[in-house]
């Protein structure tokens, strides 16, 4: 019975295999077509060098071949990833494919490959093996896939940018999906080696790459079965249209392309996306026992936590900053407003890590900031939410603050693999932390639902959730309030002050003065890139170069949207600090009018 | 001298392949692997105008053409328009492409069978010149001629009309195009159709040069494809012009000095440094990345 369908059954094995290769970087939103090239080094030098069947015996043969083709496989993939490592999309695609042909033409020109003729190599494969090896591979991804190393490079997926302000050293992981793809792509070619008795390089060309990708998208490159299932799929075709008569000829490419279209266009997460995906929420309930996460040392209360001196940012000519000298100490609430193009974002990209200054100096937490990474300023204690939302899109709100959750967190992954006890320990406490955090932002109803289906308010508040996760000295949010109605603002407002008051030094930009007024310990006004004030609130709001920013100077006739945005700051400037919910809506200065401003320009 | 010219002729013909493929993926960020199977394609109808349809080389260009606009727009709107707003468009605008072409080919092997075709004896002229001490054809000329006038048409059409600047609009930023009264929808066609329909071009000229088509044909120039619009620079049509008559010289002249076994070492050894040391190309822009 099994007899009958040996062969169908191990080229689905191994195509799942060569699809599981691609699976390895698709997760990290890699797209690599380098892996023909893996899979041809390690099956030629598999077979080359290692002992005879007939000398050792068949499983031992096999054994060190594979052993061979995978070291093969992930050195190449290291020779191959350090200089491509910064390529993405097409132009990684490309690079790699460039290897693998340059890898079939050198081994085509080859004596020892037996060039064009190939090389013979014994039958020594059997179902049985086949299904072993892709068993193993799958149970590899398998435990990967909930892992913090898993959901690392789902992160960097989504959002390469954000998943290195989360701490995540997005090279080294990149790397690593990358070698694991050249070992999984050198299993396959040792193993494919051992089955078709003849190898010949152009057995890994180009159409070779292509079925492989095809094979993990169609399957679903976001579940580990996905590949499997991919690989059933394009084996099953042909064979079953053979079964039910279709001639060979040009039908049976024409239908399996048509399925193939068929299947990607109406199925968008690949035919895993059929099987139903557990959402999983922690057991017990969110209590603030934080066993099993990494201790973070914070700065005493009126430590420096940001000294900015003389610095500056310059655009082909244009200083979006300069000159700043800024110091925040911890524990305060520092609210940073002015204009638009005031150059705020640029100063707090500059803080985080994200943009180098082009003058002057800043040390964060100790780090100073240049040179240093952004995920190890990130791993300083720095979090931070983005202008428009930099949220992983794909993943659920949990899995998001999860990801957040990376820098106090610990690696599970190879502690996965063997079942652990303290891994799932450990997962449990990311996953508290997690339900802590979300429920702090008033989420944990929302917590299995993907981010972006969210409303805009609840995306900029599970932002906070996740910046929150990585439990930072220093917080920075820029414009949490943006999109949010008056209620909405006025309950961040008190988050903010409830977060402050657990000692975290927070640095917000916002719009909305009346909210900054009313939440900040201390208020920096930046205008043209340049600090022209800076204190408590009440004094900045009477500050008349402050008002002349927002209002333009008294003689001249401010344009409509200017003189409302100022009517803002003007209008709460004399207001007690809880003027913010007494705003008349309609009236000049209603709390909604800078953000309806800001969305038009 | 003989050689330069070769490379020249088969550069020009990359160079017009290369083009459509560098149209579509400069100003809608799509790589549209269905591509050569157009070029395939119109080889084959080429040919069967010629030698069914009575017509003579030149007035099935036209033809083949008009024939590739179509294909153009069935691309765009079977393949990629039902993926416009899915977060995975990348990945899947290339695996349904992949999976038309696999239609396209499978119903060329239905109509023209597996073998290769020729075009009918006595299609050609014999005319030919001796420039510089080297031998060439009329065809050779008028193939070089054609490619030409059609990248400096493509190339006026996309600097000087109403329809290239909505392309360029639509290149820079989709959104703020539609806002501006940018039929995008329309733009993202018209683009698909004139890239095919250069594409097509160049699969009827190349089966001229070498009167031969083949299923796979599409296939082995792709990659060719590929590396010269990465040489040239992504998006950028005279990189890829640049890239495609380098590409033919290198190829004529690794065949000449090194053996033809290793020509494609070379393409990709030149794509390979170029990537390294140039990402974004001899010509291309870096995109800047936005926070």
């Known amino acids: ?601 | 001298m003989q050689q330069l010219l070769n490379g020249i002729f088969i550069g020009s013909i990359y160079a017009l392949f290369a083009i459509g493929f560098t149209l579509v993926f400069g100003i809608l960020d799509r790589l549209n692997l269905a591509h050569p199977a157009v070029f395939a394609a119109s080889a084959f109808v080429g040919i069967e105008l010629v030698e069914r349809g009575g017509l003579s080389l030149w007035a099935a260009l036209p033809v083949v053409f008009v024939f590739g606009a179509v294909l153009g727009l069935v691309i765009e709107r079977v393949a990629f328009r039902p993926l416009k707003n899915r977060a995975d468009a990348h990945f899947a605008g290339l695996i349904s492409s992949i999976a038309l072409a696999g239609m396209l080919i499978a119903l060329l092997q239905w109509r023209y069978g597996p073998d290769t075709r020729r075009f009918p004896p006595g299609s050609f002229p014999d005319t030919r010149f001796e420039v510089f001490g080297a031998q060439v054809t009329l065809v050779q000329v008028v193939i070089l001629a054609v490619s030409l006038a059609l990248m400096v048409g493509l190339t006026y059409m996309v600097t000087r009309t109403r329809l290239g600047r909505g392309m360029r609009a639509v290149a820079e930023n989709p959104t703020a195009a539609r806002v501006l009264g940018v039929n995008v929808d329309r733009v993202t066609a018209v683009t698909f159709a004139i890239s095919s329909a250069l594409g097509a071009v160049a699969g009827v000229l190349f089966a001229i040069n070498v009167n031969t088509a083949q299923l796979g044909m599409g296939a082995a120039i792709e990659l060719k494809g590929l590396a010269v619009i990465i040489v040239g620079g992504m998006g950028s049509l005279p990189g890829a012009l640049i890239g495609g008559l380098l590409l033919g010289l290198a190829e004529v002249f690794a065949v000449q000095h090194i053996g033809s076994s290793w020509v494609n070492v070379i393409a990709f050894g030149l794509l390979f440094v170029i990537l390294l040391l140039r990402p974004q190309g001899l010509l291309g822009a870096r995109k800047v990345r936005e926070v």
């Open chain 1, 1 to 601: 019975m099994l007899g009958q369908y040996a062969t169908t059954l191990t080229f689905i094995a191994l195509g799942a295999i060569f699809a599981y290769s691609f699976y390895a970087v698709l997760i990290a939103g890699q797209l690599s077509l380098g892996q023909a090239g893996f899979a041809a080094l390690a099956a030629f030098s598999g077979a080359y060098l290692a002992p005879a069947p007939d000398d050792v015996g068949d499983v031992p043969s096999l054994l060190v071949a594979v052993a061979i083709g995978m070291s093969v496989g992930a050195l190449g993939a290291v020779v191959l990833g350090l200089p491509t490592m910064h390529l993405r999309g097409v132009f990684l695609a490309i690079a790699t494919l460039g290897f693998a042909e340059a890898v079939r033409v050198v081994l085509l020109n080859q004596e020892w490959t037996g060039g064009a003729q190939g090389l013979g190599v014994p039958r020594v494969l059997t179902v049985g093996m086949a299904w072993t090896a892709l068993a193993l591979v799958a149970y590899w991804f398998w435990r990967m896939g909930r892992s913090r190393y898993g959901r690392a490079l789902e992160a960097i997926r989504e959002d390469e940018l954000a998943a290195r302000s989360m701490g995540i050293d997005v090279g080294r992981h990149r790397l690593a999906a990358f070698i694991t793809a050249g070992a999984v792509a050198g299993l396959y070619g040792v193993l494919y080696a051992y089955y078709v008795r003849l190898i010949a390089p152009n057995d890994f060309d180009f159409v070779a790459a292509v079925e492989g990708l095809v094979t993990a998208v169609v399957g679903g490159s976001t579940m580990f079965l996905g590949p499997l299932l991919g690989s059933g799929f394009q084996t099953i075709v042909p064979e079953i249209q053979r079964a039910v008569g279709v001639e060979a000829g040009w039908i049976r490419p024409f239908l399996a392309s048509l399925l193939l279209l068929v299947v990607i266009l109406f199925l968008p997460g690949g035919l895993a996306s059929l099987i139903p995906r557990r959402t999983r929420m922690p057991s017990g309930a969110a209590d603030d026992d934080a066993t099993g996460l990494a201790g973070r040392r914070h700065p005493e209360a009126g430590e420096p936590v940001v000294t900015l001196s003389g610095l500056g940012k310059e655009y082909g000519g244009v200083h979006a900053v300069r000159g700043v000298d800024l110091e925040i100490r911890a524990g305060e609430v520092v609210g940073l407003i002015g204009p638009n193009g005031a150059g705020k974002t640029t100063l707090v990209n500059m803080i985080s890590g994200l943009v180098p200054p082009s003058s002057g100096s800043a040390t964060v937490l100790g780090t100073t900031v240049g040179s240093t990474p952004v995920h190890r300023i990130a791993a300083a204690g720095v979090s931070r939410t983005f202008q428009h939302s930099k949220l992983f899109n794909r993943l659920s709100a949990l899995e998001n603050v999860l990801v957040g959750a990376h820098l106090v967190s610990r690696p599970t992954f190879l502690r996965r693999l063997f079942w652990l006890p303290s891994a799932r320990r450990d997962e449990q406490a990311a996953l508290r932390q997690a339900a802590r955090c979300l429920e702090r932002v008033g989420l944990s109803e929302l917590a299995a639902n993907r981010a972006e289906s969210l409303s805009y308010g609840d995306q900029r508040r599970l932002e906070i959730a996740r910046a929150l996760a990585s439990d930072p000295s220093l917080l920075i949010l820029d414009e949490p309030a943006a999109g949010m109605n008056h209620v909405e603002a006025a309950r961040l407002s008190e988050l903010i002050r409830s977060l402050a008051r657990d000692g975290l030094t927070i640095l917000f930009i916002e719009h909305n003065v009346g909210m900054v007024l009313q939440t900040c310990t201390r208020v920096v006004v930046l205008n043209f890139g340049e600090v022209i004030a800076s204190g408590a609130p009440d004094e900045v709001a009477a500050d008349p170069a402050v008002i002349e920013a927002y209002l333009g100077s008294a003689e001249e006739d401010a344009d409509g949207t200017g003189a409302r945005a100022g009517a803002t700051a003007a209008g709460t400037g004399d207001a007690p600090p809880d003027a913010v919910a007494n705003l008349r809506p309609g009236a000049a200065g209603t709390l909604d009018t800078p953000d309806a401003t800001r969305d038009a320009t």
